[in-house]
């Protein structure tokens, strides 16, 4: 796949999603895709991050996950392809429950990985690929 000239990729920044806290952008638009980061749970107005339940979390993180797709001209409709990070497997069923409210019509294609540690000490984390 030939990789777009830096003038057909848009950095997306949306004021309604957590800034970056690292050297990447919130989401890149390359043509009619939108590559999205990990969102995980920080409010996107105080920088801190929701702590709680795992629903409420996972429900941080999606909010934050569709601010960035809005951002990009898009929505969780066009999410073709979804990454989720745990760092306990026991928090699948809770999670995949807030998630199926998010993508309840043609869900997106998705794996989901444990992991030793998250940024921020997040229990989750979601990144995706949506498609105009």
Same mark, same amino acid.
């Given at each position: 796949?030939k990789?777009?000239?830096?003038?057909? =990729?848009? !950095?997306?920044? !949306?004021?309604?999603?957590?800034?970056?806290?690292?050297p *990447? !952008?919130?989401?890149?638009?390359?043509?009619?895709m939108?590559f999205c980061s990990?969102?995980i749970?920080? /409010?996107?107005v105080?920088? +801190?991050?929701? =702590?709680?339940e795992?629903?409420e979390?996972?429900?941080?993180?999606?909010?934050?996950?569709?601010?960035?797709l809005?951002?990009g001209?898009? /929505?969780?409709?066009?999410?073709?392809? #979804?990454?989720v990070?745990? %760092? !306990?497997? /026991?928090? *699948?069923?809770?999670?995949?429950e807030? *998630?199926? =409210? *998010?993508? #309840? +019509?043609?869900?997106?294609?998705? +794996? %989901?990985?444990?992991?030793?540690?998250?940024?921020?000490?997040?229990?989750?984390?979601?990144?995706?690929?949506?498609? =105009?």
């Open positions: 796949m990789v777009p000239p830096p003038s057909l =990729r848009n !950095s997306i920044k !949306s004021p309604n999603a957590p800034a970056a806290i690292g *990447y !952008s919130q989401g890149v638009l390359a043509g009619n939108l990990g969102q749970s920080l /409010d996107p105080s920088g +801190e991050m929701i =702590r709680g795992i629903e979390e996972a429900a941080q993180v999606l909010d934050n996950l569709g601010a960035v809005r951002a001209g898009l /929505d969780f409709q066009h999410a073709v392809q #979804c990454t990070f745990l %760092t !306990s497997l /026991d928090d *699948y069923a809770p999670v995949n807030v *998630y199926a =409210r *998010y993508f #309840c +019509e043609a869900p997106p294609a998705r +794996e %989901t990985i444990q992991v030793a540690a998250l940024p921020r000490g997040a229990r989750v984390e979601i990144s995706c690929i949506a498609v =105009r």
